[in-house]
DNA sequence: TGCGATCTGTTATAACATAACATAACAGAG
DNA sequence: CTCTGTTATGTTATGTTATAACAGATCGCA
């Protein structure tokens, strides 16, 4: 039963990544489903909390559902701009504006410790930029 | 039954007032029924996404909660510092960071709507800027 | 081997949120 | 004034997200 919890993670991962856009814990469960039939949900939130404190998920909390990291393993918060239209997540690394961000809450002595950044509104694809759709 | 709705989120506003700190629907539900015994989950929400809507409110998207708008009603998205020690939520305002946000999103075309920004970390009570409580 | 620590599996339930429909109030037409 | 359509509210039921709590397996080590 031991090393099963990496084949998890990993399968976890590998069906985020063929998702390739914020999925909830249990579209993943139902997937996994297949692999493995009395899958229950705590084994899905274990695997995805590992994945999120490696680095390898992004959790959306606007959305209750998790993302592939799509960048190259940045230890920095990202910042996630998701499409309200089509649900494409994109990530952005912009660690002076985190650090615009601590120094602004240190003022009043705090101390910041996580940065939960998070953009919505609509892609290029979907008419961003320009017009509405 | 017209108006029972506005007397509603007045009663919720105030339940949050009263809170001081982040709470779930649920508890406020809980605290409401109370008065109005017969209250389900729905009319809460809906109070809710009133006061969210005009600004009165925030909902903590990281923690599920809900928060009284401290300041004076400004219309911009709040910078939310959320003590993960004592649960204390501080609001700042920083439109230059929300513009700087838009614009390095927008850069890939994408057209910022709704900026959510929630900082967990430590109140200056808890142990904030210097060591660790 | 026997013990404890840790990881994994499982059951059950808690907590959060909304769909869908029922009912009540009100505004304007007749 | 009553009918009727519209909108706000109430209600039931259920869907969705998340975790507590315990059971069993594995492993390191004395």
């Known amino acids: 039963m031991a090393r099963r919890g990496e084949q998890v993670r990993a399968d976890v991962l590998a069906a985020l990544l063929a998702y390739g856009r914020p ?3 249990y579209d993943l469960l139902r997937d996994l ?11 899905i939130y274990r695997a995805l909390s590992a994945l999120v404190e490696q680095g390898k998920v992004h959790r959306l909390e606007s959305l209750n559902a998790f993302v592939a990291c799509q960048c190259t393993h940045h230890d920095q918060a990202a910042i996630l701009s998701i499409c309200d239209d089509c649900g494409a997540v994109e990530e952005t690394v912009a660690p002076k504006l985190l650090d615009q961000l601590t120094q602004l809450t240190k003022k009043s002595g705090f101390k910041a410790v996580r940065h939960i950044i998070e953009i919505h509104g609509r892609c290029a694809s979907c008419g961003g930029s320009e017009a509405k759709a």
């Open 23 to 25: 999925t909830s814990a």
């Open 33 to 43: 489903q297949e692999a493995y039939p009395k899958m229950a949900p705590p084994t």
